[in-house]
Every structure is written in structure tokens, then in C-alpha cells.
């Protein structure tokens, strides 16, 4: 295989990786909340904000876009 293809390939599932993380804390913040709606208490409401914050909010900012080198791709031979 090609050194570009393989970068592509290792970008695409890092990307895939970051979106899948991102949409199942979605889901679980998503069914907390209705859990802790169901039969609301302060105990419940804490838990599911608590969750919100240390989970999804730093699955977000994972999932934003990378500025290393790592994950450019490789230059291409058309100068």
C-alpha cells in the first residue's frame, strides 16, 4: 500500500473512533437525563450533570479537530 493511503485510512478511522466515542456519551447523558426527569431529586439532577461535564463535555473537545502532524497527510509528489 501507499504511504498516503495508509494515512488516509489512519485519519478516517481516528475520525470514526472520535465520532462513535461522542455519540454513545450523547446517548448515555441522553438516557440519565430522562432517568433523573423521570422522578427528578437533587441526588438524581447532580448525577446526570456531573456525568454531562466529566464525560461528554471532554468527548467533544476530543473529537475537535487535531493540529499535530501526525494526522496530516502525506505530501504528495506533484511539485
Do not use: N
Not at 51 to 79: C, G, M, N, W
Amino acid at each position: 500500500m501507499d504511504a498516503t493511503v495508509i494515512a488516509i485510512v489512519r485519519i478516517g478511522l481516528a475520525t470514526l473512533a472520535d465520532r462513535v466515542l461522542t455519540i454513545s456519551t450523547l446517548w448515555m447523558t441522553f438516557g440519565l437525563v430522562c432517568w433523573a426527569m423521570y422522578m427528578p431529586s437533587i441526588e438524581r439532577l447532580q448525577l446526570a450533570g456531573g456525568f454531562a461535564v466529566l464525560v461528554y463535555i471532554p468527548a467533544l473537545i476530543k473529537e475537535r479537530p487535531r493540529r499535530d502532524k501526525s494526522h496530516q497527510a502525506a505530501p504528495t509528489d506533484r511539485e
